[in-house]
Structures are given as structure tokens and as C-alpha cells.
């Protein structure tokens, strides 16, 4: 090529919009894509989520071609492969002699931090440019956080809703109401059939990337089969479409509930595709608003659904980069237990924890009450090591990135952020598990009890939480309640249920089946 742009794009930027492709010239410039060792096994991703990454790459790349855009593709098994990110980009660089190097900012602090070293290494310039694929640009996240003591989602989310003109007249929520969560917490009654969603069977690319997937990481978590997230823009798009028509009505009013067997129920399962750019966030809350007008789903449906793309995912992106690098490093609650085996074996007597694991592994996916209110509850209440949970989380979810997982965990799951994402830890006890599951049915353990043999162990565990950190957790109003009950309970009933969780974390921490 000699001259021209060397425009790199990362595993979860196979956008079309991107900012890296943004006036590129395909008599001059290369696109460089590389797979590489060292983004399959920064942590030992779930296989499944190495085979989506992969083969989302290989189609993007297939894409840009049939465009006539010259790609330099590396493929994980070229003997040439540096696998760096680094290293291919040097390579690129002496191969096709660019006049500069382009990419759109990585969505982790531990990328973004390496490629601020690579322009000395290349030497010639190496712009990193803004992702503007959110809907809240970092400054603009900054501007609207700097200056407010309680920086909370649900007033950048009505911020959005404005700026973006979703589900509003003129300056009102439609409705009259900007949240509708109260209905959004109802028990699913046995019987309901959800809509199954779309599967997408491997084509002869995704089969050729799971081979080399099992091959080269079968000692990662999970396997490769059944693999069935889309990996184009046109299956993403007919994901959310179905979604929209089939399963968008009653996802409101089921969204916190939990039942055995099936953890999608009416959940999108649109989050890998938008981490990975195969869907834009704007046009997915357009269609959304869309089917409600429409009269394909009630506002309460369309408006949970928008809160969560809109809101929740742009505010933890928000908070990741405001907060970064010292955010990996907060442990409010001191919390130091190693992660148990449980996280990955899924063997356990809590058929909770059983269910939550076992979907997790098998499917690379688990919905959003699963994360916190089952793994992520748990870890919070055993006091497990932030770090290792992080690290946990990372590792198992096929839309796992930095970005949205450690907000999640590290701020919203365990509140070792001391209160940056939320306002009080979301401890819950088993009569929570029980009211919006049907988990405790197939229990070795009895949710109504908290101390004896059959006792549920979220229950005494809650109480020894209040008690461990009720000094720390004194001064939050939200957190009054319990710790007042904790503080009226008879000292013998307080001592009981302290033995028992004593008992039960030291089995824990032996390795029994708990
Ligand atoms: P739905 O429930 O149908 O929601 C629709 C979309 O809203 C999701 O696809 C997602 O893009 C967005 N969304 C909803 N809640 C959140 C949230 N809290 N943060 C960011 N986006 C949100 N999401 C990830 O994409 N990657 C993660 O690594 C991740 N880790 C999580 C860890 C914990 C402890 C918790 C509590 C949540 C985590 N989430 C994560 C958020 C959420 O659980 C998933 O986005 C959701 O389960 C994905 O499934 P879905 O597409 O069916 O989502
Ligand atoms: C997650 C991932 C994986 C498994 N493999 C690659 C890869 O081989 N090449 C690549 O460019 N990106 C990969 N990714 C995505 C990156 O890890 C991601 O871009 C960063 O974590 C920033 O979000
Ligand atoms: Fe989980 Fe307790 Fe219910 Fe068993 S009884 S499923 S451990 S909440």
C-alpha cells in the first residue's frame, strides 16, 4: 500500500458505523483485523464466547471485502500470528508502510492503556478515536456526573430519555410517568410458554471457528456446543425482531422472575450483539418505542426495555471510564473469601445456585436477576473477594466485556464501590429467591427456615452480613431496616443464626457439597 490508513478493528467493533471506517479510501487504506491469543486468554473466556468474537470477525471481514475494502486478516492458526494486538499491528505497519495507524477507543482500560504506548512503537501516528457508538459520549458522561453528589441512573436516564426524544411529549414522559420497575416485579404463574427465540446453527465459518476453539482452549470454561448467538448484523437484526413481536409484551412484567430450566424466559438476548456492534443501541430503543405505538407491547414493557439499553448500559460504560483505573481495586466491604469451586462446577445442594451455574456454563448466558440475585447475592453475602468475582463474571458470559461487567459487579452486585452505582447493597434473603422463582421447589434447603440441618443458607447469611458490616453500612438510610431488626432480635436467636452461617461458610471454605 505504502501511504495511506492502516484502520484496525477490534473483536467488538464489527460495526459499519465505526469511527476507525469513517472516511476510509479503498484505493489507499487496509483494514487490519487480527486474532489473537493474548484477547482469547486474558482471562479464560467462556469457549463460546471466543467462538462468537471469532466468527463475528471472519463474517465482518467477508463483509468489508464484498465492499471492496482491502482487509489484512490474521486468523488465530497463522504461523505468522504474533498474537498481540501489538505485535499484528507492527506487523501491519512494516508489511503495508501506512502513513498512520487508526482505531476507535477499546472498550477495556487494561487495552486502552497498551495502545497509549504504540505510537512511539510504530512511529508514525496513531490516532485512537472516540467509539462513538454509545449513545452518551465520555465527556458529555463527565459534564452530566461532575458536580452531583449522588450521581444515580435514574436521572441520567431521564437526561437520555430527553436528549434522545424517547417515549416523550414534548418535555413529559409519555405516560406521565418516567419508570414503571413496580410493574415489573410480578410472579410468573406455572404454565406460561415463552416464545423460543431464534437459534442460529453454525454456517461452514462458525463450525470451522469451533473446531479450532475446542482445540486450542478445551481447558476453557464451557464448550462449543450448541453454539447459536448470531454473528451478522442481518441475524441480529432478525433476533430483535423477533424479540419485538414475540416476547417484548410480557417481558415487563416478568423481567425479575427466575424458573428452572429456562434462563432466557422473555429476555432479549440482544446484549452480545450489541457488545459487539451488531446492533446500534438508538435504532434497538427506536424499535422498541416503535412496537409500543403500535400496540405490539404495553408501556410498561417498552419502557422497562428502553431504561435498560438507554439507561443501564450507557450509565455503567459512564461509570467504568469515570472511575478507572482505581475502580478494580475497591473492596468496601473487605471482603477477602476465595471464590468456592460451586462457580464452576455448579455442584451444590442450593438449586439456585445449581440452576444459575449450570445455564451459565451450558449457554455462556444467564439473565440479569440470575447475575445478581443468585451468583451475585451469594457472593455478596459470603463475602467473596471482588477480584475474584470480577474476574468470574468476565470469564463466563459471552457478552462479557470490562466495561459493562466490573459497574455490574464490583459496583451493583457486591457494592465493593461503596455506593458509586447504588444506593444499597441488593442483599436479599431466600424468601426473595422463593417469591421470584421456582427454585426452592426442587431445594435440598427449606427457604422458610434460617437455622437446623434443611435450613436455606441465603437466609442465615443475610443476617451474618448485616452483622459483619453494620458498622459500615449504619450510616445509609436504605440499610435502617434491617439493621434495626438485626439489632432488636433476641441475643440467643442473633447467636444461632451467626453459628449457623459460621458453620455453613467454614464448609464452604473446606470444599464440601454445601
Ligand atoms: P435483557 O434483560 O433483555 O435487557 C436488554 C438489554 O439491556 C441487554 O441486552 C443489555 O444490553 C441492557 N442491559 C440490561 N441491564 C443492564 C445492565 N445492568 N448493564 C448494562 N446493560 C444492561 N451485561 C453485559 O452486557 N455484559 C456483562 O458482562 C454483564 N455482566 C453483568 C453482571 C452482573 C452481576 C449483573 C447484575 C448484570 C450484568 N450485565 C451484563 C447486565 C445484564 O444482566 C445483561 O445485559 C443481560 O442479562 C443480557 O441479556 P439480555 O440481552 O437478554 O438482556
Ligand atoms: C474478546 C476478544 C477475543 C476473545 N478475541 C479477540 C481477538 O482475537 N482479536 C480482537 O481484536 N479482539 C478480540 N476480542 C475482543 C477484545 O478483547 C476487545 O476488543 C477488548 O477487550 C476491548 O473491549
Ligand atoms: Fe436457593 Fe435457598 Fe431456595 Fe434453595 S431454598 S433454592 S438455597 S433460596
Not at 489 to 513: H, N, Y
Request: aromatic share 10%; proline share 6%; glycine share 8%.
Amino acid at each position: 500500500m505504502s501511504g495511506g490508513t492502516l484502520r484496525l478493528v477490534l473483536g467488538d467493533q464489527l460495526s459499519d458505523r465505526l469511527a476507525a471506517l469513517d472516511g476510509l479510501d479503498p484505493a489507499r487504506d487496509v483494514v487490519l483485523m487480527a486474532e489473537v491469543r493474548d484477547e482469547c486468554t486474558y482471562v479464560r473466556h467462556h469457549q463460546k464466547k471466543i467462538v462468537l468474537v471469532l466468527s463475528g470477525m471472519r463474517h465482518f471481514a467477508a463483509r468489508l471485502r464484498q465492499r471492496g475494502v482491502r482487509v489484512a486478516y490474521t486468523a488465530l492458526d497463522d504461523p505468522l500470528n504474533t498474537h498481540s494486538l501489538r505485535g499484528e499491528m507492527l506487523r501491519a505497519v512494516a508489511t503495508h508502510r501506512p502513513d498512520r495507524v487508526v482505531v476507535t477507543a477499546p472498550g477495556e482500560w487494561r487495552l486502552m492503556d497498551e495502545m497509549s504506548g504504540w505510537q512511539e512503537r510504530a512511529g508514525i501516528p496513531v490516532e485512537i478515536l472516540d467509539d462513538d457508538r454509545f449513545l452518551c459520549g465520555l465527556r458529555q458522561f463527565r459534564h452530566w456526573a461532575q458536580g452531583r453528589s449522588e450521581p444515580r441512573m435514574e436521572f441520567f436516564y431521564r437526561a437520555m430519555r430527553r436528549r434522545h426524544r424517547l417515549l416523550m411529549e414534548d418535555d413529559a414522559p409519555v405516560g406521565g410517568r418516567w419508570n414503571y420497575d413496580k410493574e415489573n416485579r410480578k410472579r410468573m404463574p406455572p404454565g406460561i410458554a415463552p416464545p423460543r427465540a431464534p437459534r442460529f446453527p453454525p454456517d461452514a465459518v462458525t463450525e470451522a471457528v469451533m473446531a479450532l476453539v475446542s482445540d486450542r482452549f478445551a481447558d476453557h470454561f464451557g464448550d462449543v456446543e450448541d453454539f447459536s448467538f448470531p454473528v451478522t448484523a442481518e441475524q441480529a437484526a432478525l433476533a430483535l425482531d423477533h424479540f419485538l413481536a414475540e416476547r417484548l409484551e410480557a417481558f415487563g412484567d416478568w423481567q425479575d422472575f427466575m424458573r428452572a430450566g429456562d434462563p432466557v424466559l422473555f429476555h432479549a438476548l440482544v446484549s452480545t450483539s450489541l457488545n459487539l456492534g451488531l446492533l446500534d443501541p438508538l435504532a434497538v430503543c427506536r424499535a422498541a418505542e416503535r412496537a409500543w405505538r403500535e400496540g405490539l407491547a404495553p408501556l410498561n414493557a417498552a419502557e422497562g426495555f428502553i431504561r435498560q439499553v438507554l439507561g443501564w448500559r450507557e450509565y455503567v460504560r459512564g461509570m467504568y471510564w469515570l472511575h478507572m483505573p482505581g475502580y478494580r481495586h475497591r473492596n468496601a466491604l473487605a471482603a477477602t473469601r476465595p471464590l468456592p469451586p460451586l462457580y464452576w462446577s455448579g455442584e451444590t445442594r442450593m438449586n439456585c445456585l445449581a440452576h444459575a451455574v449450570g445455564d451459565t456454563r451450558r449457554n455462556a448466558y444467564a439473565h440479569h436477576i440470575q447475575r445478581l440475585m443468585i451468583t451475585g447475592n451469594f457472593a455478596l453475602l459470603a463475602g467473596l473477594d471482588p477480584a475474584e468475582v470480577d474476574a468470574w463474571y468476565l470469564v463466563v458470559y459471552a457478552d462479557a466485556y470490562e466495561w459493562v461487567e466490573m459497574p455490574n459487579v464490583r459496583g451493583m452486585a457486591l457494592f465493593a464501590d461503596g455506593g458509586i452505582m447504588g444506593s444499597k447493597p441488593y442483599a436479599a434473603s431466600g424468601a426473595y429467591i422463593n417469591r421470584m422463582s421456582d427454585y426452592c421447589r426442587g431445594c435440598a434447603y427449606d427457604p422458610r427456615s434460617t437455622v437446623g440441618e434443611g435450613a436455606c443458607p441465603f437466609n442465615a447469611l443475610y443476617w451474618d452480613f448485616m452483622a459483619r458490616n453494620a458498622s459500615r453500612l449504619g450510616g445509609n438510610a436504605r440499610m435502617a431496616m434491617p439493621l434495626r431488626t438485626l439489632d432488636r432480635m433476641e441475643p440467643a436467636k442473633r447467636a444461632s443464626i451467626r453459628a449457623q452461617a459460621s458453620w455453613f461458610l467454614d464448609a464452604l471454605d473446606r470444599g464440601e457439597l454445601v
